[in-house]
């Protein structure tokens, strides 16, 4: 069943650094989709910096899923280049509530931020790094026109010491 209309989507605001800080965590808990560990989950303060940065950057911006009963349903972050060479390119990350996945949550994020990037004329390139093993978030992307660029091999190590690989996926804007 999809979130329907009442799914909100706009830029955070500083009163919700502990909301995203919230949800962080808990992904971060499931320990399996992120490269950060719950241990090294940003401090408030941190949070509160980044949505700072993040309102006063050009060709960067950070986004927040509302629902009424979820102020945090899900948030997505566009990190554009710092240097004049890179300054064209976003990379982005992207976090759901996990009882709300699968529920267009992501996908509207997802829609949200690429037309963002379309209409910022500093930008003509979105990517995002994710394990090769998350078939569906794979999926998503591909269906928004996403391409596959390349493979890191044994990029990620976890803790029983296997290693993972990463796909990157990028799209012209």
């Known amino acids: 069943m999809g979130v329907g209309p ?3 989507i ?3 605001r500083d009163r919700e650094a502990l909301a995203i ?3 962080h965590r808990s992904v971060l808990e499931e320990g399996r989709w992120f490269i950060r560990t719950p241990d090294e989950l940003p401090r408030l303060d ?3 910096e980044g949505l700072e940065r993040y309102r006063v950057s050009e060709n960067s911006a950070w986004f927040v899923a509302r629902l009424p009963r979820h102020p945090c349903a899900g948030f997505l972050a566009v990190t554009g280049g710092a240097l004049q060479r890179t ?3 976003a990379h982005f990350e992207v976090m759901v509530d996990r009882g709300l ?3 267009g949550v992501g996908a509207r994020l997802l829609d949200h931020a690429v037309q963002w990037a ?3 004329p500093m930008l003509s390139r979105l990517s995002l790094s994710v394990y090769a093993d998350n078939e569906g978030a794979i999926r998503l992307y591909r269906s928004r026109g996403f391409s596959q660029e390349g493979r890191a091999h044994g990029a990620f190590r976890e803790s029983d010491g296997h290693t993972r690989d990463a ?4 799209m012209e804007v």
């Open 6 to 8: 009442e799914l909100r």
């Open 10 to 12: 706009s830029e955070a």
């Open 21 to 23: 800080r919230a949800l």
């Open 46 to 48: 941190e949070v509160e």
């Open 87 to 89: 300054r064209h390119a």
């Open 101 to 103: 996945r699968r529920r």
């Open 118 to 120: 379309r209409d910022n």
């Open 167 to 170: 796909v990157q996926m990028a």
